[in-house]
C-alpha cells in the first residue's frame, strides 16, 4: 500500500497532506491554508478511507456544494462514498485510463 501523497490538487487548489497528532477526529481539511490532515497511527486501509472522506468533503466544499447537503447527512454521505469511491478505484485500476 503507498504512503500518503504530499499533495493532493482538487480543482485549482494543492491541498498538502500530512499526519498530525493533534486533532480530534480521523481527519481534517483547513481551507484556510489548503491542508489535509490526518491522525497518524491508522492502519493504511484506513488512512486511505480518511484521505478520501477528507477530498470529498473539499471537492463538495470548494464545488459550492456544501450549503445543498443537510448537517445530518453530510457525514454519512462521506462515509459511504469515500469506501465506494476506494473500492472502485482499487478493484477497476483501468478506470485511471479513461
Known amino acids: 500500500m503507498p504512503?500518503?501523497?504530499e499533495v493532493v490538487k482538487i480543482?485549482?487548489?494543492?491541498?498538502?497532506v500530512?499526519?498530525?497528532p493533534l486533532i480530534s477526529g480521523d481527519g481534517l481539511v483547513r481551507y484556510a491554508d489548503a491542508s489535509i490532515l490526518i491522525?497518524?497511527?491508522?492502519?493504511?486501509d484506513y488512512e486511505a478511507?480518511?484521505?478520501w472522506h477528507e477530498i470529498l468533503h473539499a471537492i463538495i466544499t470548494d464545488g459550492g456544494l456544501r450549503a445543498f447537503i443537510p448537517e445530518k447527512a453530510?457525514?454519512?454521505?462521506m462515509e459511504c462514498m469515500s469506501v465506494g469511491l476506494l473500492n472502485v478505484?482499487?478493484?477497476?485500476?483501468?478506470l485511471k485510463e479513461l
Do not use: A
Open 18 to 20: 500530512s499526519r498530525d
Open 89 to 94: 478505484i482499487r478493484d477497476n485500476p483501468r
Open 39 to 44: 491522525k497518524p497511527g491508522l492502519s493504511k
Open 49 to 51: 478511507v480518511v484521505l
Open 74 to 77: 453530510l457525514e454519512p454521505l
Open 11 to 16: 480543482g485549482p487548489i494543492r491541498y498538502t
Open 3 to 5: 504512503d500518503l501523497p
